[in-house]
């Protein structure tokens, strides 16, 4: 008796981790953190950071087409679509787009992408590109010539846009800087007058121009974080509830909500 009920457990359990998520699986699931390693690793194998210069800049799912989904839909017990990546990546200034192949661990297609237009800035390179500003002589003699203090200074890196303009080799970004000293609503207290502009395959700036003063706001009234602010406060909202006795009119499986 005991033996049968470890027997139909065991049934149960096969039935669980095995049978159910494959029946949940679908063809447009995002991609997993597991899929996205495997994706750095084939490319980084195809461009090795020794010799290559090697950013990416987008990794999303490369959806398979509407009809492969239907046949799909039709009959979930039939072999699931390859699983394939579409990537951006900068590599050695150059902008290509790869399509990896994670059901054969390989480079599917690859072409360099010529047109208007820049993928996605990095977390990385914006980070490099604003720390520039503290270190270049001109923009340091600039903050020095409005009596502002070098360390409370913060900068940003943004796009510069296209306005029908010839297109244009480098990759370029502005940087604007904004001024702290009292306050982290930095926003509110720009340093205007001074242009910046960041070559970011170069990483360094390489125009600047600082055409006039303009004061910066003072920061009073700027703080926004509820442990720094002081009365009189307006009163607090009334009580709201929301009740659902009979619960959501959805449901969640996977990555579907029906």
């Not at 989904?69 to 900068?90: G, H, Y």
């Not at 007058?193 to 600047?208: A, P, R, S, W, Y």
């Not at 709201?240 to 449901?251: E, I």
């Amino acid at each position: 008796m005991v033996a049968t009920s470890k027997t139909i457990l065991f049934a149960l359990l096969l039935h669980i981790f095995f049978l159910i998520p494959s029946h949940q699986y679908h063809p447009l699931d995002s991609l997993t953190p597991s899929e996205f390693t495997q994706i750095r690793s084939i490319v980084t194998k195809a461009y090795p950071k020794s010799t290559h210069n090697l950013t990416f800049q987008y990794v999303g799912l490369e959806e398979p087409t509407k009809q492969t989904v239907l046949s799909w839909l039709r009959n979930e017990t039939t072999t699931n679509p390859p699983r394939q990546a579409f990537v951006v990546a900068r590599i050695d200034h150059q902008t290509h787009e790869i399509i990896v192949d994670l059901s054969l661990q390989e480079i599917k297609s690859k072409q360099t992408y010529n047109g208007y237009g820049y993928p996605l800035l990095t977390e990385e390179e914006q980070e490099d590109a604003n720390k520039l500003a503290s270190t270049y002589p001109l923009f340091v003699a600039s903050i020095s010539k409005r009596g502002l203090k070098l360390e409370e200074v913060v900068c940003g890196s943004f796009t510069v846009g296209w306005f029908g303009e010839e297109r244009k080799n480098k990759r370029i970004v502005k940087m604007m800087c904004y001024y702290l000293d009292g306050t982290l609503n930095a926003d509110m207290r720009p340093i205007e007058g001074i242009t910046m502009t960041v070559d970011l395959d170069e990483m360094k700036i390489i125009q600047f121009r600082d055409r006039i003063i303009v004061p910066v706001p003072k920061s009073d009234g700027t703080e926004y974080r509820e442990s720094k602010l002081k009365p009189p406060f307006r009163r607090s909202l009334k009580r709201t509830t929301v009740v659902q006795p009979d619960g959501p009119s959805f449901n969640i499986v996977g990555s579907q909500i029906r």
